[in-house]
């Protein structure tokens, strides 16, 4: 088990550079001076010598990217090329905002996707079974940012309700956190709700084929026993994975959602480094949410020798 981490901690390495040099250039080949946009319309030809000096911008590109990294490497993601604040604090502390959206969706989505999932497994071709299947094809076509607005606006028009501006950290007001975060975890976990269940579903459904679920029910085990002792327990390994993958998804995209509800999380801090041409603040980030998601997908791995014995890491 412990080789298997270290080799897969190890496999961060190449992945993550290979992000960096996406993001990186990808970034360098947009059109326009980045200078010019930072210091705008007013700006001298002495101050944009300045500033293309202090960031490096007249450097040739490989040198441009191994002065990143280098300071990457030792925990230094650099300064915002528009404030000039330090973008790993700035990242770090966005970050807990959008993690806790994420894991408030996420429970959301799973409270009502799995139970939903299993009743129409169990309930094949019957009217509940279609009734959770439509549900569950309306939860994955609506668009996250449409179903925010509509919910918005029927709570505002319908009845008289808006939705708190700004942020209020969990130990300071926790009521007032959760009445912040509830909408848009909400509208996030039922787009995360519509696949849950359909893969919920039709693991139930493929492990209640099973030889050993027949010999289980011919000796007169209780059907609720069946389903949740044995049948769910066999069919997390697919929604396990899932979930993960939608985890580390909404990390990274929920910054539609951040801007419509004004949170002020980590996709908002990239959507705003974009409009600004911030080059540091949207690679340091898109770098940071690259590591986060690959380590959600190594504990999705170590959980299914935990939930399958069958399955060794050597």
Do not use: C
């Not at 300045?50 to 191994?66: C, H, I, S, T, V």
């Not at 959770?132 to 009845?159: C, D, E, H, K, Y």
């Not at 011919?218 to 026993?225: L, Q, T, W």
């Not at 990239?270 to 911030?278: A, C, E, K, M, Y």
């Amino acid at each position: 088990m412990y080789a298997y981490i270290i080799r897969r901690l190890l496999m961060i390495i190449p992945v993550l550079f290979g992000v960096s040099i996406v993001i990186f250039f990808t970034l360098r080949v947009i059109p326009g001076d980045v200078a010019q946009t930072i210091l705008g319309t007013s700006a001298t030809d002495e101050s944009l010598a300045a500033l293309r000096d202090k960031f490096g911008l007249n450097m040739p590109l490989y040198e441009q990217y191994f002065t990143w990294m280098s300071g990457v490497l030792v925990g230094d993601f650099g300064v915002s090329m528009r404030t000039g604040a330090e973008i790993l604090p700035e990242i770090l502390s966005r970050f807990a905002i959008t993690f806790e959206l994420t894991i408030l969706a996420a429970f959301i989505s799973w409270i009502i996707a799995i139970p939903l999932g299993i009743i129409a497994g169990v309930k094949r071709n019957t009217k509940t079974d279609f009734s959770v299947r439509v549900i569950s094809l309306l939860g994955v076509s609506v668009p996250n940012f449409a179903l925010a607005t509509i919910l918005i606006l029927v709570l505002s028009l319908s009845f008289n309700y808006s939705p708190p501006v700004g942020y209020v950290g969990f130990f300071e007001d926790p009521l007032t956190n959760l009445q912040i975060l509830f909408l848009p975890a909400f509208v996030l976990g039922t787009g995360m709700a519509g696949a849950v269940m359909r893969m919920t579903r039709s693991s139930i459904l493929e492990i209640l084929r099973q030889d050993f679920i027949r010999t289980i029910r011919a000796k007169g085990v209780r059907e609720r026993v069946v389903i949740f002792n044995h049948a769910f327990k066999n069919a997390l390994i697919p929604i396990l994975t899932i979930i993960g993958m939608q985890i580390g998804v909404l990390l990274g995209g929920t910054v539609i959602i951040e801007q419509i509800f004004s949170l002020p999380g980590l996709g908002q801090m990239v959507l705003t480094g974009i409009n600004q041409r911030d080059f540091t603040v949207v690679q340091g980030a898109i770098l940071f949410i690259a590591f986060v998601f690959v380590m959600i997908n190594l504990l999705v791995d170590l959980l299914y020798s935990y939930l399958d014995p069958r399955i060794s890491y050597k």
